[in-house]
């Protein structure tokens, strides 16, 4: 938006050509979701509060602590964060990009199915919300939808390519390998976000991590000559997407002042399966969906640990952790929260590094 207002009103200001820049961009970004984010957050907390008497419901087979320590406190801060992001991206970011477009689309459709998740689980203060059948088909249909968007938006030359870390060259996969392989992305990483938001602080710093390198990954691809010197593929125009992946920093840095131990809201599935929507859309738009398992590899193995966790029980009546996700098994070992939370920050961003440094290895 404020493109469209700087060129159209203001093009005789010289000194208003910074903000056409994207790293100033990018900063005024994380600036306005920050601050968004601490001068509604006590509000919103507050009117939450006395919307749900009870807080958000706990789950019975979870840590048996946790009915005591959380009992009580509000869900749904993903209104927050969402709110505080849309509305900076809407206002730093280029309106005729699409890829903004496609990216905010999929972002508020997850939210909206979380949203509608966490509703009928405070209405009801059951931990059941929606039924996981559902739940899926829309994810699928939501996915599949912003797949052919995205797919519409690439240059023909690389439509079904797929970046592969230490190799110079892209592999080729064509027509529904490639959707499916892209639906897995976006219904998974959805997924593993949610799974991954068990305690305090423990998803958001992680997502925040993840959506910094994506959106360093996002510049680089929509420069021709940086995207050429580290063989990535140059996609055009998605170097726009840096705008969103800062508001998300600063929305987060803004809900984590709240969502510390002891946390005053839960980010609840309107924040999980949004961000974790909103991630996976930016790495199939860059091309590096492969990347992002690396980068995002602590909500991988969040959600391989209920995977294994299921299959094991199933097939031999036996469990393999003491409790999944893996964040629970940790608290069932005699690590404090605190420490499960920190010791989880800092896996994420060693493998944050790994990640990047696979686009310089190749």
């Known amino acids: 938006m404020i493109l469209y207002i700087l060129n159209n009103f203001f093009s005789d200001i010289s000194s208003l050509n910074i903000f056409n820049y994207l790293t100033v961009r990018s900063a005024c970004s994380i600036i306005t979701s920050l601050l968004i984010c601490l001068i509604m957050g006590p ?30 406190t509000p869900t749904m801060g993903g209104i927050l964060i969402l709110f505080s992001l849309v509305f900076s991206s809407l206002i730093w970011s280029d309106l005729n990009n699409n890829f903004v477009w496609i990216v905010l689309y999929t972002t508020l459709s997850f939210g909206i199915l979380g949203f509608i998740d966490d509703m009928k689980k405070v209405l009801r203060f059951s931990s059941d919300g929606v039924m996981w059948k559902v739940k899926i088909f829309f994810q699928i249909l939501i996915s599949l939808s912003t797949i052919i968007l995205i797919i519409s938006n690439f240059p023909e030359t690389n439509n079904y390519s797929i970046s592969i870390p230490f190799f110079k060259s892209p592999l080729i996969v064509y027509g529904w390998f490639y959707v499916l392989f892209c639906l897995c992305v976006l219904v998974g990483t959805s997924n593993a976000v949610n799974l991954t938001d068990g305690l305090d602080g423990l998803a958001i710093i992680p997502i925040m991590i993840t959506a910094s390198s994506m959106g360093l990954i996002s510049y680089l691809a929509g420069n021709y000559i940086f995207s050429n010197y580290l063989y990535i593929e140059f996609i055009p125009e998605v170097g726009e997407l840096v705008i969103i992946c800062a508001a998300l920093f600063g929305s987060g840095l803004g809900f984590l002042w709240f969502n510390t131990p002891p946390a005053m809201i839960f980010m609840g599935d309107t924040g999980s399966l949004s961000l974790g929507g909103l991630i996976a859309s930016i790495a199939i738009s860059v091309k590096h969906e492969i990347v992002l398992f690396i980068i995002g590899g602590l909500f991988v193995l969040e959600a391989a640990s209920v995977i294994i966790q299921v299959t094991s029980f199933k097939l031999t009546g036996k469990r393999v952790f003491k409790m999944a996700p893996l964040h629970h098994h940790y608290e069932q070992k005699g690590w404090s929260e605190s420490t499960v939370v920190i010791r989880f920050w800092i896996i994420s961003l060693i493998l944050a590094i790994i990640g990047l440094a696979t686009l310089k290895l190749r």
């Open 43 to 72: 509000k919103f907390i507050n009117f939450m509060e006395s919307k749900q008497k009870k807080g958000q419901p706990i789950r019975i087979n979870g840590p048996q602590s946790h009915i005591l320590t959380k009992k009580g």
